[in-house]
C-alpha cells in the first residue's frame, strides 16, 4: 500500500496544554484509520480509531479528526499530562480483508514540558 | 482477559541461524498479523493470518514464513538471519480481518542477531 506519513518527528508541548499530532496519508482507498501509542520498549497502545463514514470520534480526553478531501487525520490531546510522553503512530487499511496489512507512517514524539 | 502476549520477549541469534517467534491473540480473535519494527520507524507488515491461512504478505523475503494453529496461535520463522533482521517483532489480533474490526498488539519480541 502507499505510505502514511506525519508532519512533525517531535512535538513539545506544556503540562496541561492540548496537543495535536498531524497525519497525512495517500491511499484513498483507505477507510480504517488508527492512532497508537507506543512507549519506549513497548508495542502499539490503541487508542482511537474512526472509519471513512466518520470526520469526528471522540474518547476519553482524545479526539481523532479525519478529512478526506485532504487526506488528513489528528488526534488531539486535551489536558496532556506527563504519561502521554510516548511515539504516536497513525495507521491506515482498506477494505480489502485487511490483506496489506496497516501500513504506519514514522511516528511523532510527544515531550510534555513540566 | 489477557492481551496479546509473545515470547520470548528478549533474544540474540548469530548470523545464518533461524528464529521462531510466538505469539497467542486475545480471546476470541480469529486474526493474527505480524509486523517488523526497527528502531526509529514504524512497524512494517510482514504477513496476516485468518482461520489458519495466510490472507497477506508484506513485502519480506522467503527467509520469513508463518503459519497459525487451531487454537488461533501464530508463529513466525526466520531463516539465514542476517544482521538486518534486528528489530522488535510485533503480533497484533483482530476478530477477523476486515477493516474496522480494532487491532491490538502485543508487546513484541526484541531481536538482535549478531
Known amino acids: 500500500g502507499e505510505s502514511v506519513g506525519l508532519h512533525l518527528p517531535t512535538l513539545s508541548v506544556q503540562e496541561g496544554d492540548n496537543s495535536i499530532i498531524n497525519c497525512a496519508y495517500s491511499?484513498?482507498?483507505?477507510?480504517?484509520f488508527i492512532w497508537y501509542k507506543q512507549e519506549s520498549g513497548k508495542g502499539p497502545q490503541f487508542i482511537i480509531d474512526?472509519?471513512?463514514?466518520?470526520d469526528k470520534r471522540q474518547g476519553q480526553r482524545v479526539t481523532v479528526l479525519l478529512n478526506k478531501t485532504v487526506k488528513h487525520l489528528s488526534l488531539q490531546i486535551a489536558a496532556t499530562q506527563p504519561g502521554d510522553s510516548a511515539v504516536y503512530f497513525c495507521?491506515?487499511?482498506?477494505?480489502?480483508?485487511?490483506?496489506?496489512?496497516?501500513?504506519f507512517g514514522k511516528g511523532t514524539h510527544l515531550i510534555i514540558q513540566p | 482477559d489477557a492481551g496479546v502476549t509473545q515470547s520470548p520477549t528478549h533474544l540474540i541469534k548469530t548470523r545464518g541461524q533461524h528464529v521462531t517467534l510466538r505469539c497467542s491473540p486475545i480471546?476470541?480473535?480469529?486474526?493474527v498479523s505480524w509486523y517488523q519494527q526497527v528502531l526509529g520507524q514504524g512497524p512494517q507488515f510482514i504477513f496476516q493470518?485468518?482461520?489458519?491461512?495466510?490472507?497477506g504478505r508484506g513485502n519480506f523475503p522467503d527467509r520469513f514464513s508463518a503459519r497459525q494453529f487451531p487454537n488461533y496461535s501464530s508463529e513466525l520463522n526466520v531463516n539465514a538471519l542476517l544482521l538486518g533482521d534486528s528489530a522488535l517483532y510485533l503480533c497484533?489480533?483482530?476478530?477477523?480481518?476486515?477493516?474496522?474490526?480494532?487491532?491490538?498488539f502485543g508487546e513484541g519480541s526484541w531481536l538482535t542477531v549478531v
Open positions: 480471546s476470541g480473535h480469529k486474526s
Open positions: 474512526i472509519r471513512s463514514n466518520m
Open positions: 491511499n484513498s482507498a483507505s477507510d480504517y
Open positions: 495507521a491506515e487499511t482498506d477494505s480489502g480483508g485487511g490483506a496489506d496489512g496497516l501500513t
Open positions: 493470518y485468518y482461520e489458519k491461512e495466510e490472507r
Open positions: 497484533a489480533s483482530s476478530r477477523d480481518p476486515r477493516s474496522g474490526n480494532t487491532i491490538y
